[in-house]
C-alpha cells in the first residue's frame, strides 16, 4: 500500500484491543459466561467416555473411574461445576428478560418467571440423583 | 430473491442445549466428577448403571443432552471467537470447526448408544 489514506473513507475502525473485555466486570462476566460453554462441551465428552467404557465391561469402567479420581480430572471438573451452575444461573436469569409475559395487562415479574426455573432445576437434580444412588 | 438463513434454526438449537445443560449438568458432573470418585457417596454398581443405560428411556435422553449440548456449546464458543478474540476473518473455519465438532459429537452418541448391549 502507497497511499496509507486510499481506503479511508470507507475502511476506518478504531482498533478494539483483543483484551476489551478486561475492561470492566460486566465484560469479564459475559465472557465468563460464554466461556460456560466450552465446559458443557467437556462434560459431554466425559459422559461419551463413561457410555463406552460401560459398554466395554467392568474392568474398563473400573479403569475410567480410576482416572477420575486423577487430581487433573478432579480440578479440571470442579471447575466444570463452577461454570455450569454459572451457566445455570445466569441462563434462569436471562429467562425473565428474553419473555415478556403479560397476565391481565400486567407485566409477569422477573421473580415469577425466573422462580419456577429454579424449581424445576432442584426437582430435576434430585430426580436424577435419586435414580442413580438407588442401585 | 433473498438466502433464507439457517440463523434461526442454530439460534434454536443453541438456546434448547442452554436449557438441558442448566438443568442437567450441573447435577451430573457434581456426582460423577466428584462425589463418586471423592468417595462422597457411594457410586452406584456397574451392574445398576448400565441396567440404566440399557433402557431406551435412558438412552434418548443422553443422546438429547449430549447433542444439544454440543450445539449449544457450538454456537457459543463461535460467537466468543467472534467477539472475544475478533477473528472474524476466519470465519468459515471457526464454523466448521463449532458445527462441525457438535454433528460429530452427535453422530458419535448415536453410535455408542445405539451399540449398547
Given at each position: 500500500?502507497n497511499?496509507?489514506?486510499e481506503?479511508?473513507?470507507?475502511?476506518?475502525?478504531t482498533?478494539v484491543?483483543?483484551?476489551w473485555?478486561?475492561?470492566?466486570?460486566?465484560?469479564?462476566?459475559?465472557?465468563?459466561?460464554?466461556?460456560?460453554?466450552v465446559f458443557?462441551?467437556?462434560i459431554?465428552?466425559?459422559?461419551?467416555?463413561?457410555?463406552?467404557?460401560?459398554?466395554r465391561?467392568?474392568?474398563?469402567?473400573?479403569?475410567?473411574?480410576?482416572?477420575?479420581?486423577?487430581?487433573?480430572?478432579?480440578?479440571?471438573?470442579?471447575?466444570?461445576?463452577?461454570?455450569?451452575?454459572?451457566?445455570?444461573?445466569?441462563?434462569?436469569?436471562?429467562?425473565?428478560?428474553?419473555?415478556?409475559?403479560r397476565?391481565?395487562?400486567?407485566?409477569?415479574?422477573s421473580?415469577?418467571?425466573?422462580?419456577?426455573?429454579?424449581?424445576?432445576?432442584?426437582?430435576?437434580?434430585?430426580?436424577i440423583?435419586?435414580?442413580?444412588?438407588?442401585? | 430473491?433473498?438466502?433464507?438463513?439457517?440463523?434461526?434454526?442454530?439460534w434454536?438449537?443453541?438456546?434448547?442445549?442452554?436449557?438441558?445443560s442448566?438443568?442437567?449438568?450441573p447435577?451430573?458432573?457434581?456426582?460423577?466428577?466428584?462425589?463418586?470418585?471423592?468417595?462422597?457417596?457411594?457410586?452406584p454398581?456397574?451392574?445398576h448403571?448400565?441396567?440404566l443405560v440399557?433402557?431406551?428411556?435412558?438412552?434418548?435422553?443422553?443422546?438429547?443432552?449430549?447433542?444439544?449440548?454440543?450445539?449449544?456449546?457450538?454456537?457459543?464458543?463461535?460467537?466468543?471467537?467472534?467477539?472475544?478474540?475478533?477473528?472474524?476473518?476466519?470465519?468459515?473455519?471457526?464454523?466448521?470447526?463449532?458445527?462441525?465438532g457438535?454433528?460429530?459429537?452427535?453422530?458419535?452418541?448415536?453410535y455408542?448408544l445405539?451399540?449398547?448391549?
Amino acid at each position: 500500500m502507497n497511499n496509507p489514506t486510499e481506503y479511508l473513507p470507507r475502511s476506518y475502525h478504531t482498533r478494539v484491543s483483543t483484551y476489551w473485555w478486561l475492561a470492566r466486570w460486566a465484560y469479564v462476566k459475559f465472557i465468563l459466561r460464554e466461556a460456560s460453554s466450552v465446559f458443557v462441551a467437556w462434560i459431554v465428552v466425559v459422559t461419551l467416555l463413561q457410555i463406552r467404557a460401560l459398554t466395554r465391561g467392568p474392568a474398563d469402567y473400573a479403569e475410567l473411574q480410576n482416572s477420575l479420581r486423577s487430581p487433573l480430572l478432579l480440578t479440571l471438573n470442579a471447575v466444570s461445576l463452577a461454570f455450569v451452575i454459572f451457566h445455570a444461573v445466569t441462563w434462569f436469569n436471562l429467562a425473565p428478560k428474553a419473555m415478556v409475559i403479560r397476565l391481565r395487562g400486567k407485566r409477569l415479574s422477573s421473580l415469577a418467571i425466573a422462580a419456577p426455573n429454579y424449581v424445576a432445576w432442584v426437582v430435576i437434580s434430585a430426580a436424577i440423583a435419586w435414580i442413580l444412588l438407588r442401585g | 430473491m433473498h438466502k433464507r438463513s439457517n440463523e434461526p434454526f442454530l439460534w434454536m438449537l443453541f438456546s434448547a442445549g442452554g436449557v438441558v445443560s442448566a438443568m442437567l449438568m450441573p447435577i451430573h458432573v457434581l456426582l460423577f466428577g466428584l462425589a463418586f470418585p471423592l468417595g462422597w457417596v457411594d457410586a452406584p454398581s456397574y451392574e445398576h448403571l448400565l441396567a440404566l443405560v440399557r433402557h431406551p428411556l435412558t438412552r434418548v435422553y443422553l443422546f438429547i443432552l449430549c447433542s444439544l449440548a454440543l450445539f449449544h456449546w457450538a454456537h457459543r464458543f463461535r460467537f466468543t471467537l467472534y467477539d472475544g478474540l475478533q477473528i472474524k476473518h476466519l470465519n468459515e473455519l471457526i464454523n466448521t470447526f463449532c458445527y462441525g465438532g457438535a454433528i460429530l459429537g452427535t453422530a458419535v452418541a448415536a453410535y455408542l448408544l445405539w451399540r449398547i448391549p
